[in-house]
């Protein structure tokens, strides 16, 4: 069998999955991607974007599921208003959602806004409330954390889009646009895991 390696841009509405087990209508990743027996390592909500990694290789889905395997995931984030510094570094140092403490986290201000393809459908304008975008670069990737973080600190997320997964990177792609990693790419992933073959 050869291994497969997919980087998908994953739309907002598209379930993260190839079939959709409870008849929601919603979008799957069937409708975008026609190669067979890849799936998801690691997941994206219904209503967040950006980078997914496919794969038909077992045992680096674990290692990239598994959260002991820790590795880092870019993410930029349009919350409700702007941040103050001390809410930043709340971030940055940890916070307490769901009787779970999260780990440290890479936090910054992004000004100017990232460059990104509109959403559709369109976040809610509010024309007397300021929106910001932060980027957050996480170790872990529990369910709904990011929007659970910035939720705890008085910001919550309007829009989330994962940028990256380690080395890998959603530049050169538009929504619902997918490619094979290169060979670089791989090689990142396998001294990322420490697998013996990729």
């Given at each position: 069998?050869?291994?497969?390696?997919?980087?998908?841009?994953?739309p907002?509405?598209?379930?993260?999955?190839?079939?959709?087990?409870q008849?929601?209508?919603?979008?799957?990743l069937?409708?975008?991607?026609s190669?067979?027996?890849?799936?998801?390592?690691?997941?994206?909500?219904?209503?967040?974007?950006?980078?997914?990694?496919?794969?038909?290789?077992?045992?680096?889905?674990?290692?990239?599921?598994?959260?002991?395997?820790?590795?880092?995931?870019?993410y930029?984030?349009?919350?409700?208003?702007?941040?103050h510094?001390?809410?930043?570094?709340?971030?940055?140092q940890?916070?307490?959602?769901?009787?779970?403490?999260?780990r440290?986290?890479?936090v910054m201000?992004?000004?100017?806004?990232?460059?990104?393809?509109p959403?559709?459908?369109?976040?809610r304008?509010?024309?007397?409330?300021?929106?910001?975008?932060?980027?957050?670069?996480?170790q872990?990737?529990?369910?709904?954390?990011?929007r659970?973080m910035?939720a705890?600190?008085?910001f919550?997320?309007?829009r989330?889009?994962?940028?990256?997964?380690?080395?890998?990177?959603?530049?050169?792609?538009?929504?619902?646009?997918?490619?094979?990693?290169?060979p670089?790419?791989?090689?990142?992933l396998?001294?990322?895991?420490?697998?013996p073959?990729?």
């Amino acid at each position: 069998m050869s291994w497969q390696y997919i980087l998908f841009y994953k739309p907002f509405g598209v379930l993260s999955q190839f079939s959709d087990r409870q008849a929601t209508a919603h979008p799957t990743l069937k409708e975008f991607i026609s190669i067979p027996d890849v799936y998801p390592a690691g997941r994206l909500d219904r209503d967040s974007e950006g980078l997914l990694l496919l794969t038909n290789h077992g045992g680096l889905q674990h290692r990239l599921c598994d959260p002991k395997f820790g590795h880092p995931r870019t993410y930029w984030v349009q919350v409700e208003r702007i941040p103050h510094k001390e809410a930043l570094q709340t971030l940055e140092q940890g916070v307490t959602i769901r009787n779970y403490r999260t780990r440290p986290t890479q936090v910054m201000l992004l000004s100017p806004p990232p460059s990104l393809p509109p959403r559709t459908p369109p976040i809610r304008f509010r024309k007397q409330v300021p929106t910001a975008w932060i980027e957050m670069k996480l170790q872990e990737g529990r369910n709904r954390q990011v929007r659970r973080m910035t939720a705890a600190v008085g910001f919550p997320t309007l829009r989330l889009v994962r940028v990256a997964i380690a080395h890998l990177q959603l530049k050169g792609l538009q929504p619902g646009q997918w490619r094979h990693l290169t060979p670089s790419e791989i090689k990142g992933l396998q001294s990322l895991t420490q697998l013996p073959r990729l």
